[in-house]
């Protein structure tokens, strides 16, 4: 199987926590945004501890984890050297370009502190 060919599944498939658009749980919690704004491989930034607000991932939200960073999505996706990292950044441009953004963001507002 070529590089480009391997899927790389979104955090709600690794999960499996149904609230993806047409998943088994949206109907009964809503469509997470991540899965609105298609961040599905840069969940963090959107709805876990790297967000500015109240996290949505049931898996932070509960205490599950403490903190995205144990998470093994963020640690397969990372973008601090991980080669599916990188991967990311090359095979979803628009994910990228959103994920660079909200990060920026976060740190301007948590400098200003």
Same mark, same amino acid.
């Given at each position: 199987?070529?590089?480009?060919?391997?899927?790389?599944?979104?955090?709600?498939?690794?999960?499996?926590?149904? $609230?993806?658009?047409?998943?088994?749980?949206?109907?009964?919690?809503? +469509?997470?945004?991540?899965?609105?704004?298609?961040?599905?491989?840069?969940?963090?930034?959107?709805?876990?501890?790297?967000?500015?607000?109240?996290?949505?991932?049931?898996?932070?939200?509960?205490?599950?984890? $403490?903190?995205?960073?144990?998470?093994?999505?963020?640690?397969?996706?990372?973008?601090?050297?991980?080669?599916?990292?990188?991967e990311?950044? +090359?095979?979803?441009?628009e994910? +990228?370009e959103?994920?660079?953004?909200?990060?920026?963001?976060?740190?301007?507002?948590?400098?200003?502190?």
């Amino acid at each position: 199987m070529k590089k480009e060919d391997e899927e790389l599944l979104n955090c709600w498939e690794i999960r499996k926590c149904g $609230r993806q658009k047409g998943g088994e749980a949206e109907a009964e919690f809503g +469509e997470c945004p991540v899965s609105k704004m298609k961040m599905g491989h840069s969940c963090w930034v959107i709805a876990g501890s790297f967000h500015s607000g109240e996290p949505y991932c049931p898996r932070v939200k509960n205490r599950v984890i $403490r903190s995205c960073i144990e998470c093994g999505v963020f640690k397969l996706y990372s973008r601090t050297g991980d080669a599916k990292g990188r991967e990311i950044k +090359e095979r979803f441009p628009e994910e +990228e370009e959103v994920y660079l953004k909200l990060m920026s963001d976060r740190f301007k507002k948590n400098n200003k502190k």
